[in-house]
């Protein structure tokens, strides 16, 4: 299992430039894995459960 932030407040993706473009934010929830466009963050989330945010992280860490 990858470990979630530390916190349950919402991370902004490491990979987010300075442009601040195409970025996404995680924040980690009782048993749920919440994810959020970072420059629309009134705008809707995606949640999925702790098991798919992992086989999501594996396979693009899979894919290199």
């Known amino acids: 299992?990858?470990?979630?932030p530390e916190q349950d407040?919402?991370?902004?993706?490491?990979h987010s430039?300075?442009?601040?473009?195409?970025?996404i934010e995680v924040a980690v929830g009782a048993g749920t894995i919440?994810?959020?466009?970072?420059?629309?963050?009134?705008?809707?989330?995606?949640?999925?459960a702790p098991a798919t945010w992992d086989t999501f992280l594996d396979g693009i860490?899979?894919?290199g």
């Open 17 to 23: 430039g300075a442009d601040q473009g195409n970025c």
């Open 1 to 4: 299992m990858h470990p979630p």
């Open 61 to 63: 860490t899979a894919a």
């Open 34 to 48: 919440r994810i959020r466009d970072s420059k629309v963050t009134g705008g809707p989330e995606l949640a999925v």
């Open 9 to 14: 407040g919402w991370i902004k993706s490491s």
